[in-house]
């Protein structure tokens, strides 16, 4: 059975971090790139990091750029996201999504886990 299991999340001050885990199982991650994606209360979920398959390319939002960085372990089949300087705007349900291939330009496969609440509160 295909699943993801995203952990990691909680509530934490301004200026915290937190690191996210994304496992698989019934997927082999390591030839599909993944997303970090997430929903904020009244928004659409966006997309804010992707890994290549291999972990050679990375991008990440705008707003996020400086602060999250994405990594993989594919002998483990987990994607991490680790954030820092979190604001309140980074308040949200974090989800991992694989990509249709190999590289970030894909859409994702449209299989989505529970997530995992990230709150940034004082």
């Known amino acids: 059975q295909l699943q993801f299991v995203e952990s990691g999340g909680g509530l934490v001050q301004p200026g915290g971090s937190l690191r996210l885990s994304c496992a698989a199982s019934?997927?082999?991650?390591?030839?599909?790139?993944i997303g970090w994606f997430r929903q904020a209360p009244g928004k659409e979920r966006e997309e804010v990091s992707c890994i290549s398959s291999n972990g050679g390319s990375t991008n990440y939002a705008d707003s996020v750029k400086g602060r999250f960085t994405i990594s993989r372990d594919n002998i483990k089949n987990t994607v991490y996201l680790q954030m820092m300087s979190l604001k309140p705007e980074d308040t949200g349900v974090y989800y991992c999504?694989?990509?249709?291939?190999?590289?970030?330009?894909?859409?994702?496969?449209?299989?989505w886990g529970q997530g995992t609440q990230v709150t940034v509160s004082s």
């Open positions: 999504a694989p990509k249709g291939g190999s590289a970030c330009i894909f859409g994702t496969l449209g299989t």
């Open positions: 019934g997927f082999t991650l390591r030839n599909y790139a």
